[in-house]
């Protein structure tokens, strides 16, 4: 198939793994990203490639009069929406007025979700078609020249086909080595002994509060909100250092005690889980903090953290930053992760990132862990704060064991939870799948 991939600068990091497996399982994509290449080249490029899907993700098909730009290709082909975000983005940015998502229906949308609970809570809300799209484990490492196409090492813009990614003629090689080494992807010294890097909003968001209330909650005012959201805090701060298998249901029984009725039907249903979703990303930010600052306290200048929100709280962190993360986990020699604050599951963006980065990832461990890690999770994954630091103590202690670990997380890129093989099955196995084109 020829695939467009439409996508934001800032997503470029977490989609260029994804569109290198679609290329890999044989298929042409043309690559652009939207703030450097106009909808005018995308537009050109579909009179000669006739694109059959395009995939993108924050609204960037969406143009200004509401059409999405599968509407204006040849083929009038299907979007595959990817959700990097939550079920408040799919309901406030394509459900509509009424809440129907009628309109992903007559424009072929299909909204990808990169988390199974995400997916059943919008399957459970009315989105039409949504599918399940796990973030994979990528197969080269980003110190490796080959992990961006050719062309100055870096993602290009334009069509994209297999042998790009073989680079087969050796002045191609050597000018990506050295481009790639120029940016900083090379291998490097770890002189860093454990980074994190991450946010940490956590408090009353009156905004959320107040549209799920005027919305789903039969106008409940924000005063009763807020009332009510510091009855919830209160009850769910005795559980945020607990194993995470405890998260949904201690959300679960603080809003069935303290949550005010909601509407009835359908849009009750949206605004119980939309309230669900909020207090499960405010408990783990909640316990991303605890965490973190355990690990803060033990550490000291040992443990590299950075993020706005940690500055505030009052821990010694470093602005938040996300123009160099690749070269932070390049430098370090532990990555910590305290889970995902959108997702429940253990693979996401960030640790698969850390681990294209040669970095140990140690992760909290998630319920899914043993299903995607197998034997591996009891060596990546902690369950409480003393077990996190006793990990990271002892694999600092020992080079060879955090050099084995390291290895063994780069192998599960050849395993079912690799994005090649999740890739591969997931364009096999959908509606559009066809033939590749070569």
Not at 215 to 230: C, M, R
């Amino acid at each position: 198939m020829n695939i467009l991939f439409y996508v934001h600068g800032f997503r470029d990091r977490d989609f260029w793994p994804i569109a290198r497996s679609v290329v890999r399982a044989g298929h042409q994509i043309y690559y652009s990203i939207a703030h450097r290449a106009g909808l005018k080249s995308v537009v050109g490029a579909d009179r000669v490639l006739n694109f059959d899907l395009v995939i993108s993700s924050d609204k960037m098909t969406k143009m200004p009069d509401g059409v999405f730009v599968n509407r204006i290709l040849t083929k009038r082909p299907p979007l595959l929406e990817l959700i990097l975000n939550d079920l408040a983005e799919i309901v406030t940015e394509y459900g509509g007025d009424d809440h129907s998502f009628s309109t992903l229906r007559q424009n072929k949308v299909t909204l990808g979700c990169l988390d199974r609970d995400l997916l059943e809570s919008a399957t459970a809300v009315g989105v039409p078609s949504a599918v399940y799209l796990q973030y994979g484990v990528q197969p080269l490492a980003i110190a490796d020249a080959g992990y961006f196409p050719r062309r100055r090492g870096r993602r290009i813009f334009g069509k994209i086909c297999p042998d790009d990614l073989a680079a087969p003629r050796v002045i191609d090689r050597a000018l990506s080595r050295l481009a790639h080494t120029l940016l900083g992807y090379g291998h490097r010294r770890r002189t860093t002994d454990v980074v994190f890097l991450g946010e940490c909003s956590l408090g009353p968001d009156p905004v959320v509060l107040e549209y799920i209330g005027t919305h789903f909650l039969n106008g409940a005012t924000l005063p009763s909100l807020l009332a009510t959201d510091a009855l919830i805090r209160e009850e769910l701060a005795a559980s945020v250092t607990e194993p995470p298998i405890y998260e949904s249901t201690a959300v679960l029984t603080a809003l069935t005690r303290h949550l005010p009725p909601c509407r009835e039907g359908h849009m009750g249903k949206i605004g119980f889980l939309l309230m669900k979703e909020h207090y499960e990303h405010q408990f783990r930010a909640a316990r991303r903090l605890a965490y973190v600052r355990h690990l803060s306290t033990a550490l000291g200048n040992r443990f590299h953290l950075y993020g706005d929100h940690f500055i505030k709280h009052g821990l010694p962190a470093r602005p938040s930053d996300h123009k160099s993360t690749e070269h932070k986990y390049l430098g370090s020699k532990i990555s910590i992760d305290f889970g995902s604050m959108t997702y429940g599951s253990s693979l996401d963006t960030r640790p698969t990132r850390i681990i294209s980065c040669e970095s140990l990832l140690l992760q909290l461990r998630r319920n899914d862990a043993g299903n995607v890690y197998g034997e591996l999770a009891d060596k990546m994954t902690y369950t409480s704060r003393d077990e996190m630091l006793a990990m990271v103590d002892s694999y600092l202690a020992s080079p060879a064991a955090t050099i084995s670990t390291v290895l063994e997380e780069r192998a599960l890129s050849t395993t079912s939870c690799g994005m090649d093989a999740i890739v591969g099955e997931f364009m096999a196995t959908k509606p559009w799948s066809a033939p590749p084109s070569h």
